[in-house]
């Protein structure tokens, strides 16, 4: 098993195995693969307002840069096992995102689907953490925090029922104080 799409599902599946996977695929992403992800999320932000636009763009390059780094050299020793149905049901998700951006031929789409594909599961199933990096501004300038041992994101509730977000697999939670302020 050297890759997370040849991950047997129906076996109970280690943190730490599914870590050694995810450093594999991780240490396949070349600077160039993260520069051309880099110029995706620079085109996919266009119609951004300028004022969350840079700061977008910023956050997520060095979230990718850093949290690619970050796996390349965890040697953490993590206990437990990982929820295959939720494994299966976002990998299922990152194959449409997948199919999706092979059909457009794009690539610096290609690059940030391949990039983008390891960092959530890594984030979500390895870590706990949110798949957004803490602080991430979302629409109205609410930004995405870390509160009382909680991530608490302002848009969570408004992008469950969104067919091709992560939002459903992540741990954040909703930020009950903006909720109804987007």
């Known amino acids: 098993m050297n890759k997370i799409d040849q991950i047997d599902l129906n076996k109970k599946i280690l943190k730490k195995d599914l870590l050694k996977i995810l450093k594999k695929e991780a240490s396949q992403i070349s600077?160039?693969?993260?520069?051309?992800?880099?110029?995706?999320?620079?085109?996919?932000?266009?119609?951004?307002?300028?004022?969350?636009?840079?700061?977008?763009?910023?956050?997520?390059?060095?979230?990718?840069?850093?949290?690619?780094?970050?796996?390349?050299?965890?040697?953490?020793d993590?206990?437990?096992?990982?929820?295959?149905?939720?494994?299966?049901?976002?990998?299922?998700?990152?194959?449409?995102?997948?199919?999706?951006?092979?059909?457009?031929?794009?690539?610096?789409?290609?690059?940030?689907?391949?990039?983008?594909?390891?960092?959530?599961?890594?984030t979500t199933f390895i870590k706990e953490e949110s798949i957004h990096p803490i602080g991430t501004i979302?629409?109205?300038?609410?930004?995405?925090?870390?509160?009382?041992?909680k991530f608490l994101c302002p848009v969570k509730d408004k992008q469950l029922k969104t067919p091709n977000a992560l939002c459903r697999f992540c741990v954040s939670v909703q930020d009950d104080s903006v909720k109804d302020c987007i």
Not at 41 to 59: F, G, H, S, T, V
């Open 138 to 149: 979302f629409p109205g300038g609410f930004r995405l925090k870390y509160k009382d041992g």
């Open 78 to 122: 993590y206990e437990g096992y990982i929820d295959n149905q939720s494994l299966n049901e976002m990998l299922k998700v990152l194959k449409i995102q997948e199919k999706e951006s092979l059909i457009r031929n794009d690539k610096n789409e290609l690059s940030f689907i391949k990039i983008s594909e390891i960092i959530p599961i890594y």
């Open 31 to 76: 600077i160039n693969d993260i520069m051309n992800a880099s110029t995706f999320l620079r085109e996919d932000a266009k119609y951004m307002q300028k004022k969350y636009r840079e700061d977008y763009i910023k956050r997520f390059t060095v979230a990718f840069f850093s949290r690619l780094r970050e796996l390349k050299n965890d040697e953490t």
